[in-house]
């Protein structure tokens, strides 16, 4: 199973590191960016055994049809969510990773 993390979300995790660090979530740049390298790997390692959900229409109408979404908890009061397609190629199955955002700023359409 291969975790392809499409290039728009890719320039989000490297922003979200200066966000974090720049909103004072973490004291230190090195913390924010661990963070952010922690999710990738959570994400990358286990969104094929997660719990996969179908996505709302608010989602699929931005980011296509056929969506589903994983949650990722870090912190008591903090979770992500991975919106992804998955499909087929040569026999192996591909999670194909096209919008993430956390419950602080999507919750509402749940």
Do not use: C
């Amino acid at each position: 199973m291969n975790v392809i993390i499409n290039p728009d979300v890719r320039q989000y995790f490297y922003e979200l590191q200066y966000i974090l660090y720049e909103k004072d979530y973490f004291s230190y740049y090195e913390d924010a960016e661990r963070y952010v390298e922690e999710l990738i790997e959570a994400i990358k390692k286990n969104l094929p055994s997660k719990l996969k959900r179908k996505a709302s229409k608010h989602f699929t109408d931005r980011y296509g049809s056929g969506l589903y979404y994983a949650i990722f908890p870090k912190s008591k009061r903090t979770q992500w969510y991975v919106f992804f397609r998955m499909y087929r190629h040569d026999g192996e199955i591909y999670y194909h990773v096209r919008h993430i955002e956390n419950n602080h700023t999507t919750a509402q359409y749940f």
